[in-house]
């Protein structure tokens, strides 16, 4: 029976029970300039805008008096107005108060075409740069948007929001050192925004600089708004201990998103491979069972891999309860290739724990219905009936196993060793020459001359 425990391993997946290369466990939500409203507060009051205009000629300001007190009657009509009276050598100012206008009534294409001729009468034009910015932001055009944000940096625009946005820009582009500078400059002029911080986690997380994360965390921790951001941010920071090798803190993040209430399949998961890398087998299998509760419509290979870790690892009990929980959970859902992996693990439970005979032979037979050619199980069932003394039924199993590509060699063997005490010498020669035949080895011919010596002597009756 100890022997044929030990055979029975190679059926389960055997997975480091402690898996380092994992998904994110939680993502960062880098979308902040698509939500509803995000630039509305930038059009309230353009009056520090308008300290920034460039000069104008009395002419134009005649113009520009006329085009506001339009825009309260009919704001097309105003437009229109202000396009006729637009030329070459008109101010810049013109052309950046009808680009206002229309990027206000969300044409970005005609915002963007009189904020482009506004920078080349004015190449020092600030706030046309940044607003040109916004027009190639909503287009996702990172590489001109993230030109017309820098040259209103360069030009002296200072705000947070700029670089915010030129950090989320350079995230996009990749340029990871970029993005880094431009986050922390927001930070420094706007503390208060989350955003930022999201940022600059993202890039601190992308350049793998986990302690620095972790610190980055634990303040973004303190100023979630509520309970869903304050679990994210956890779970982030969790991330960061694993890859630092501090597993019991990691554990710890995900303890307290639990007590939350906030749990995910996965969080529940990790935490119960960190407890099983613990050796705390019970409180790893109360995770694992919750993780599994928590999503019925997860990946099941996923638990379905947990369960094969507690196996392998020798833990029959809780390696059965998890797969009860997982035949449960998932029911009728459950895959054909899962349900053969929890087959075979409860063939090992069963063989490790001494179930009776009958039960190890079910599902050894149910695992041989579902895949008829699997050599492995075949061995097992020839290996299993010979332990019971059934040594036809044995027989039977090894002669079909011998038919399976890529078990003949060690069928025969098996075969042979099989036969052998049971003094069938000369029915375990030929098996023992055809082995050799398929691979030479000169432990197998030692035996092989042994075996024949025996044989003869059964032979002459000696």
């Known amino acids: 029976m100890k022997s044929l425990q030990n055979t029975i391993c190679f059926l389960v997946v055997v997975i480091t029970a402690f898996c380092m290369v994992l998904p994110l466990s939680a993502e960062i939500d880098m979308q902040f300039w698509k939500k509803q409203g995000y630039f509305d507060g930038y059009y309230k009051n353009l009056g520090f805008v308008e300290a920034k205009l460039p000069t104008i000629k009395s002419e134009e300001q005649e113009v520009l008096i006329a085009f506001t007190d339009m825009l309260k009657v009919n704001e097309d009509r105003a437009r229109q107005y202000l396009a006729s009276q637009i030329t070459p050598q008109s101010s810049s100012a013109l052309d950046f108060n009808l680009g206002v206008q229309y990027y206000k009534a969300d044409d970005i294409k005609n915002a963007q075409t009189y904020f482009g001729r506004a920078v080349r009468k004015w190449p020092t034009f600030q706030a046309a740069y940044k607003l040109l910015g916004y027009c190639y932001l909503s287009q996702e055009d990172w590489t001109q948007a993230a030109q017309s944000f820098a040259t209103a940096t360069a030009l002296g625009e200072d705000d947070a929001k700029t670089y915010g946005l030129l950090g989320m820009i350079y995230l996009n582009q990749e340029k990871i050192l970029e993005s880094e500078s431009a986050y922390k400059k927001a930070i420094i002029a706007d503390p208060n925004t989350l955003d930022w911080y999201k940022g600059l986690a993202q890039t601190l997380l992308n350049q793998r600089k986990h302690q620095e994360s972790i610190s980055l965390f634990e303040e973004m921790i303190d100023k ?11 779970l982030l920071q969790a991330n960061g201990f694993i890859a630092l ?59 379905v891999n947990s369960a094969a870790i507690m196996v392998g690892r020798g833990f ?53 219905e579902l895949e008829p050619e699997d050599g492995q199980t075949l061995l097992l069932l020839a290996k299993f009936h010979a332990s019971e003394k059934e040594i036809e039924e044995s027989r039977k199993y090894y002669e079909k196993a011998i038919e399976i590509e890529g078990f003949e060699y060690q069928t ?11 003094k069938l010498y000369c029915d375990a ?19 092989l001359d042994r075996v024949e010596r025996a044989c003869r002597n059964q032979r002459l009756g000696r």
Do not use: C
């Open 316 to 368: 029959w009990k809780s390696g059965q309860v998890l797969v009860d929980t997982i035949r449960k959970v998932f029911s009728e859902a459950l895959l054909p290739e899962q349900h053969l992996t929890l087959l075979r693990l409860e063939a090992q439970v069963a063989i490790a724990t001494k179930a009776e005979s009958t039960i190890v032979i079910g599902f050894l037979e149910e695992i041989l």
């Open 224 to 234: 979630a708004p509520d309970a869903e951001t304050e679990k994210t941010f956890l």
């Open 429 to 447: 020669v030929p098996l023992l020459r055809d082995a050799l035949n398929i691979e030479y080895t000169l432990s197998v011919e030692d035996y």
């Open 412 to 422: 025969l063997i098996e075969y042979a060793q099989m036969l052998v005490p049971q």
């Open 245 to 303: 090798k501090q597993p019991l803190k990691a554990a710890a993040n995900y303890e307290i998103v639990r007590r939350m209430g906030l749990s995910t399949a996965d969080s529940m998961g990790r935490l119960g491979d960190i407890y099983l890398n613990e050796n705390q087998v019970e409180l790893a299998t109360e995770a694992y069972v919750e993780s599994i509760q928590l999503d019925p419509e997860q990946n099941q290979e996923v638990p």
